[in-house]
């Protein structure tokens, strides 16, 4: 009786350290999303078993975030009264019967179930790792793509992040390295230049807001200040109130590169009106 029980008990011993680690799932994965893609053949099947193994690896619920958000989407070719849309140029130029240009995007589409599970991953992920920076991002930039050129729930998020660093002050990390405050400056202002390349009024609004508030956070943050100078001399077309930011921006920085060209330009602007 004692053979067969320590038989069992070895059988046991060699069953529980063949189990695979979250480790050895994470790289798995990462091998079949780069040779099929994040929603490609056999992915479910492994965050599965990942998921039934460690139900709370925040890697597994980002890897889930990703295949559902990839699943999701799709793109269709179509028509858009604009020059550019979401920033982009047309894929396709056509004539009409008279003679003005019919241009075509390619547009990404979404299914609203599938998006939603993959807000839930992503959500429950920070909910377990609220210090990880990047899941807060995953989330701005799934819900930007979402919105196409209304991103009103994007910049809600953003601002609640911001709001978030400013009250609880958390010690974000990235990449396993603590982030620093001008990092997490310029995160935010990547977003901005997100928002600011859709080129519709409400992302121009987006842009706006989130740069008025990052400059109550850091009032001599010269990125933004140009952003405020961007935004009413690009979507306002208002060169006088966008000039005053410039010069802003100068006053804390002279060297500022961004605040030189664009005073450049409206000057110039100005010589022209004169003439």
Known sequence: MKRFLAVAALAFCLAASAQTTAEQFKARYSKLVANVGEAGVGVEY???KWAAAYPDDTDMLEARYQYYFAKSRTEEVK??????YLGQ??????KDSLGADVNYFVVPQFNDSLFRMSQKCIER??????????????????LTAYEKDSPDMAATEML?????????????????EAVTREEFEGAVQEYCFVF??????????SFRV???RMLKVNPRSTLFLNNLGAY??????????????????LKIDPSDATAKANMAVIERNAKKKKK
């Open 125 to 142: 992920a920070m909910e377990l790792r609220p210090d990880l920076i990047r899941y807060r991002f995953d989330k701005i930039a799934a």
């Open 89 to 94: 140029k047309p894929v396709l130029t056509l």
């Open 46 to 48: 492994l965050l599965d």
């Open 160 to 176: 609640n992040l911001i709001d978030y660093d400013q009250k609880a002050r958390p010690a974000w990390i990235a990449d396993g």
């Open 79 to 84: 028509r858009v009264d604009a020059a550019k």
């Open 196 to 205: 600011y390349r859709i080129g519709s009024a409400s992302s121009y609004e």
């Open 210 to 212: 989130i740069s008025e």
């Open 232 to 249: 009413w001399q690009v979507a306002k077309r208002n060169d006088k109130t966008a000039a005053k930011y410039y010069k802003k921006a």
